[in-house]
């Protein structure tokens, strides 16, 4: 498995992507973060994809992160300053 | 709510037919409820007062909090791994799981129903100070709530401020202060509130 | 963005506006029924046997009918996704369940 593609304190952009509507799906990638730029916060290490594990196929290891969201402006309400801590597998993020 | 008289004799059929195709057995599911049964906040309750006063232990329950649940004696042998979240003086963790109800059973036990539910799931992301409010919790200002969505492999326990007043307590002491409701961060500790454990 | 126009799917619940007024109720403690324990400790059994996973458990129940999703209790929605996944393993067969 190659190196982890993040760095704590990289801001990264969660993909705007809904493949739920395609076909079932196991996904543990909430829908309000979808599309949304957060800070990598830290790696958390390897674990094998849910996605994969769900329909009993084999499941890769995928570096999974700890991303930080500013609260706020997901749902235009909140306390300035308010964040939110996820956790998100590699292959949902891209560079900002 | 009970669960409906339908679902009460499916357990008890699917029960049946696994143990006559030799693949579960009574003894086996007593066993994993005794196990189950023995989780309970007070380990978490250990785990937060013993950083409070040990900064060895504090040092080591958030670098590898399945290692210290280990050396409280829980065994973590295929459960998901503990992390532990560290309260400071200007952010406040609340946990929550939006997708299902992640949550340290391994630890702290059966998660509580409102943890659970609908409402919470939905609303700790969104208006998680409201959510706190229920609880009768209003954070110092300039205190950044900061909601942990349990997503993935990880379990959260949070490990809050040490309440004011509490000098020179011994660790005893600090333990009766700490309830579930502290671990998950719905409500913050304090040192006139001790909390009452089932035996 | 496009995506957030889409409603998510039913599991899937941060920040959904219906239980907006839905008051949380921390005095809800409820811990688990006989029903609820030997279910979980079920779970257990299975999954140490390699039987089923968490996200196996998690994809069954995400995928009951809403009414089901939203009207069986929780440790229902366990029973009917645990048995869900025995059954497409071939562990036990709907005969058996009648």
Known sequence: ?96 | MDPRPENVALLEKLVAALKARGIVTEEEIALRQSIAERANPATGARMVARAWVDPEWRAFLLRDGTAAAEAMGVSMHGNPPLGVLEDTESVHHLVVCTLCSCYPRAIIGYPPHWYKSAAYRSRAVREPRAVLAEFGTVLPAGMQVRVVDSTADYRWMVLPLRPAGTEGWTEEQLTALVSRDHLVGVSLPNAAQKVSRAA | MDTQEIPPAQHDLGGNPRFRCTPVEPEADAPPDAFGKRVDALRVVLRERGLLTTDEQRLNIESLPEADYFGLTYYEKWLRAITAVMIAKGAVTWEDLQ
């Open chain 1, 1 to 96: 498995m190659s190196a982890a593609q993040f760095t704590p304190g990289q801001r990264v952009r969660v993909k705007d992507a809904r493949p739920e509507r395609i076909a079932r799906m196991h996904l543990r990638t909430p829908h309000y973060v979808r599309g949304r730029m957060g800070t990598v916060e830290r790696m958390l290490g390897t674990f094998p994809n849910p996605e994969d594990i769900a329909f009993n196929r084999p499941a890769e290891p995928r570096a999974l992160y700890h991303v930080l969201f500013d609260q706020p402006p997901v749902w235009n309400e909140g306390q300035a300053g308010d964040t939110l801590l996820i956790e998100l597998f590699e292959h949902w993020l891209e560079e900002a």
